[in-house]
């Protein structure tokens, strides 16, 4: 009898656990990818983490992912990926698209480059005035990947927006 008690009980230990976990690890059910814990590892070779932020995924299409903030929905932080060349320096890929902005009514406020997680980066501050919207854009490159991060707002909460938007930017890895 004892016997098979504990044989009862392992079963439903060991099935428990199994029914609770994920079929792939980093899929469906799983910790990896539960959007209120803000981990991200992706297939795409990236990581990034939304933890200590109010930040959740609403979109992750093609090569994009768009996070938005429930109480402030006019806010929003994009991920996209480009590739270049790996001898093109970050900053004459950054000047290519600077003569587009003004196009789309942005103006560049400033521009400046730093090193995110041992890569060379780029941060561009802009301004739509028709539209009252401010936005922050990253550029991370890797060798001939490019992690172009648009943190977006209207222009008065910009400055309440933009510290979780650089805490989660900061979080970005390269898996490659």
């Known amino acids: 009898m004892r016997f098979i008690l504990s044989v009862a009980c392992f079963v439903f230990l060991v099935g428990s656990q199994v029914l609770l976990a994920s079929p792939y690890p980093g899929m ?3 910790a990896l990818v539960d959007p ?3 981990a991200f590892l992706t297939a795409r070779g990236y990581s990034m983490n939304t933890s200590g932020t109010a ?3 609403i979109a992750d299409v093609d090569d ?3 996070l938005q903030l429930p109480s402030q929905p006019a806010a929003t932080l994009a991920l996209h990926f480009d590739e270049v060349p790996p001898n ?5 890929y950054a000047k290519k698209w600077a003569r587009e902005y003004s196009l789309f009514g942005f103006e560049i406020l400033g521009s400046q480059t730093v090193q995110l997680s041992g890569h060379e980066s780029m941060v561009i501050d802009l301004v739509q005035k028709s539209k009252s919207q401010q936005l922050r854009q990253v550029l991370i490159k890797k060798e001939k990947k490019v992690a172009i991060f ?3 707002d209207q222009q008065a909460p910009f400055l309440k927006t933009l510290p979780t938007c650089n805490q989660v930017i900061r979080t970005f890895r390269f898996l490659e």
């Open 64 to 66: 994009s992912l768009r």
């Open 36 to 38: 209120q814990i803000g």
């Open 150 to 152: 648009t943190c977006r």
């Open 88 to 92: 093109v320096k970050l900053e004459l």
């Open 28 to 30: 469906g059910s799983s």
């Open 55 to 57: 930040w959740i995924p």
